[in-house]
């Protein structure tokens, strides 16, 4: 599956703003999709997730801001942002797989497709 990702920008702290991940392929109901996001001079690290049976996943220091979506009639997986503040600043990728255990969900090793990263930049 081909991925692309969308919706970066630049954000005041406490904004929001929403992603889109966008994939080719008639099976993407059946993927795993996921968002990292990397900053720099840091290492990638996970984000959200959401099945294919539509339970999320996400990291601690995003839970309660963030919200991982999908949309399969339109082969989409949104990440709604809020509440957004300085250190969310990063170049976000969304990544896909068709099976992904559980254990592993939060790896990026897990995940066969990527699409190329949208960034955003929280900042007054």
């Known amino acids: 599956v081909q991925l692309q990702a969308s919706g970066g920008g630049l954000v005041q702290p406490g904004g929001s703003l929403r992603l889109s991940c966008a994939a080719s392929?008639?099976?993407?109901?059946?993927?795993?999709v996921a968002w990292f996001r990397q900053a720099p001079g840091k290492e990638r690290e996970f984000t959200a997730a959401i099945r294919r049976d539509r339970n999320t996943f996400y990291a601690d220091s995003v839970k309660g801001r963030f919200t991982i979506s999908r949309d399969n009639a339109k082969n989409t997986v949104y990440l709604q942002m809020n509440s957004l503040k300085p250190e969310d600043t990063a170049v976000y990728y969304c990544?896909?797989?068709?099976?992904?255990?559980?254990?592993?969900?939060?790896?990026?090793?897990?995940?066969?497709?990527w699409g190329q990263g949208t960034q955003v930049t929280v900042s007054s």
């Open positions: 392929g008639s099976t993407f109901s059946s993927y795993t």
């Open positions: 990544a896909a797989s068709r099976s992904v255990i559980l254990s592993a969900i939060s790896s990026f090793s897990s995940y066969a497709s």
